[in-house]
């Protein structure tokens, strides 16, 4: 390893691993609700959890574009490069379409729509069965796999860098710079 390593700031690493741990939560509440609705509300909360992120990710987004990545060591190659950053930005756009066709196709639903049973969440002018509710569901369902496969890439590429290259890239999300 070469060089300073730069790492990412407290705040963009705080929002990655929150960020990071409620969509892994959401996709297994997601993908297995049916056994896990029979101990607790899986659906609730997975709902609750898609608006968490939302949320979160609106800010980690608007703090991403005005606080850049630090840059990826000089012996990342160009093509890893352009990988890294084109799923970075698919996993952006993953954390904000996500939470919105689950809460369009939720609208439709007769189930009120709560934040954690808190409060309520407004519903969307959806109508159950129409095209748009139809559409966002397997939107989101076909996205939330996808989503899954991607992430299961991402970690795997992580712990090649850390692992295998042993380049820093890992490190860089989850300690602090000196100083920082």
């Known amino acids: 390893m070469t060089g ?13 691993w929150t960020i990071g741990t409620l969509i892994i939560v959401n996709l297994l509440l997601g993908i297995l609700h ?12 997975h709902k609750s959890i898609g608006f968490l992120v939302l949320l979160l990710s609106l800010f980690r987004l608007g703090w991403r574009l ?11 190659p160009g093509w890893e490069r352009v990988s890294a950053h084109t799923l970075h930005w698919i996993f952006y756009a993953l954390m904000i379409v996500m939470p919105i066709t689950g809460w369009t196709f939720s ?3 007769k189930s009120p729509l709560t934040f954690f049973f808190l409060f309520d969440i407004p519903k969307l002018a959806v109508e159950k069965g129409s095209a748009l509710a139809q559409g966002t569901h397997n939107a989101h369902v076909v ?23 042993r380049n820093g890239v890992l490190t860089r999300m ?7």
């Open 107 to 109: 609208s439709a639903g």
């Open 143 to 165: 996205l939330g796999f996808t989503w899954a496969v991607l992430l299961i890439g991402h970690v795997g590429a992580a712990l090649r860098h850390h692992f295998v290259l």
């Open 66 to 76: 005005t606080h850049p990545a630090p840059p990826l060591p000089a012996s990342v």
């Open 4 to 16: 300073a390593l730069v790492h990412y700031n407290r705040v963009a690493r705080l929002l990655h």
């Open 34 to 45: 049916d056994p896990l609705g029979k101990l607790f509300p899986a659906m609730p909360i």
């Open 174 to 180: 989850w300690r602090s710079a000196p100083g920082a």
